[in-house]
């Protein structure tokens, strides 16, 4: 069965500190690696990954994936409160399917 | 383009009953999957439909089902309702050509049951 497992499952920073969260996978017929932020409501898509090492950023926000090593990492740099959320990884497979991990919740101090 | 509707978007039900969930995706995409997301659980895969045909299912009793119409709307039905069923269930839309592709969620239909 597919296992996707996110690290730490809570952290709590102040205005402007930079944030890593950790997704490990084991996903048979990998296909890429997604990321997405969920507020109070639907989750919302951040990156997908397909590549290892190759770096893609939006903002703040950057993202990069490691096949070999099996996992990917989520940076978040100057935080804002407006960044508090949870944050889920998942893994997409060949045969149509994503698995979550269990997500990470980053709670933003003023 | 507009986003990806469910609906109803709350329901309570009792016990025994039957619910049915529907989902629009966004224009263009043949893709849905459904997910169950709890606080214990978090986000389960239910499944996933492109062009009428189910390509794939999550682990969920047979009393989990689900359909797609040839424009591409989804239903999700449950039957004889459980309390463990009360949870937030998700459609997401994608392209899903080939493998699975970045998913659009809808707002999600938070089902009570009681």
């Known amino acids: 069965e597919d296992k996707v497992v996110q690290s730490p499952l809570s952290l709590v920073v102040h205005e402007g500190d930079t944030v890593t969260l950790n997704c490990s996978y084991e996903?048979?017929?990998?296909?890429?690696l997604l990321w997405y932020k969920q507020e109070k409501k639907a989750p919302t898509f951040l990156f997908m990954l397909?590549?290892?090492?190759i770096e893609k950023k939006s903002g703040r926000l950057s993202s990069i994936l490691d096949k070999k090593e099996l996992f990917s990492i989520l940076n978040i740099t100057a935080t804002q409160t407006g960044d508090s959320a949870v944050y889920l990884c998942?893994?997409?497979?060949?045969?149509?399917?994503?698995?979550f991990g269990a997500g990470t919740t980053v709670t933003v101090r003023a | 383009k507009a986003g990806v509707t469910q609906t109803p978007r709350y329901l309570i039900k009792t016990r025994g009953q039957q619910v049915t969930l529907s989902c629009s995706p966004i224009?263009?995409?043949?893709?849905v999957s459904w997910y169950q997301q709890t606080p214990g659980q978090g986000l389960q895969f239910l499944f996933e439909?492109?062009?009428?045909?189910?390509?794939n299912k999550g682990n969920f009793p047979g009393r989990f089902s689900g359909r797609q119409f040839s424009n591409s709307r989804s239903e999700m039905n449950v039957s004889t309702l459980e309390l463990g069923d009360s949870a937030l269930y998700l459609c997401?839309?994608?392209?899903?050509?080939?493998?699975?592709?970045?998913?659009?969620f809808g707002p999600g239909t938070r089902l009570t049951v009681l």
């Open positions: 997401a839309s994608s392209l899903a050509l080939v493998g699975a592709d970045t998913q659009y």
């Open positions: 224009s263009g995409h043949r893709s």
């Open positions: 996903v048979t017929n990998f296909r890429s």
């Open positions: 998942a893994g997409a497979s060949n045969d149509y399917k994503l698995s």
């Open positions: 439909y492109f062009s009428e045909t189910q390509r």
């Open positions: 397909t590549s290892s090492g």
